[in-house]
């Protein structure tokens, strides 16, 4: 069983910049990719961005890629996304997520591993 664990969420003002961070408390296999998915009340849990295990290939969501960056380190189980800019609709619970792919896909389905989630909460 592998536990995922996020970190780095927090009350900020918008325009500001926050990063979060995850890490998975086993090595996961070379075929997994990581993802960030994003909930905020009363709506479903969305796809905000996510990276393979080589970190070569990442993949975001409209609404974010030109604020948010998701990098990883090349081989091991951790993860970060820098969020810019951050706005109002920014705020949610973060998740990660371990994929049963190797590369991000946006879909809940594909994912095996997930942590709890951290607060971000953006004020205008």
């Known amino acids: 069983q592998v536990q995922v664990t996020e970190s780095g969420g927090g009350l900020v003002q918008a325009g500001d910049s926050l990063r979060l961070s995850c890490s998975a408390s086993?090595?996961?296999?070379?075929?997994?990719?990581m993802s960030w998915f994003r909930q905020a009340s009363g709506k479903e849990r969305e796809f905000v961005a996510g990276?393979?295990?080589?970190?070569?290939?990442?993949v975001a969501a409209d609404s974010v890629k030109d604020r948010f960056i998701i990098s990883r380190n090349k081989g091991q189980s951790t993860m970060y996304l820098q969020m810019n800019d951050l706005k109002s609709e920014d705020s949610a619970v973060y998740y990660c997520?371990?994929?049963?792919?190797?590369?991000?896909?946006?879909?809940?389905?594909?994912?095996?591993?997930w942590g709890q989630g951290t607060q971000v909460t953006v004020s205008s």
């Open positions: 086993a090595r996961t296999s070379s075929n997994n990719a």
């Open positions: 997520a371990v994929s049963r792919k190797s590369f991000p896909s946006r879909g809940t389905e594909d994912y095996r591993y």
């Open positions: 990276i393979a295990w080589s970190g070569g290939n990442t």
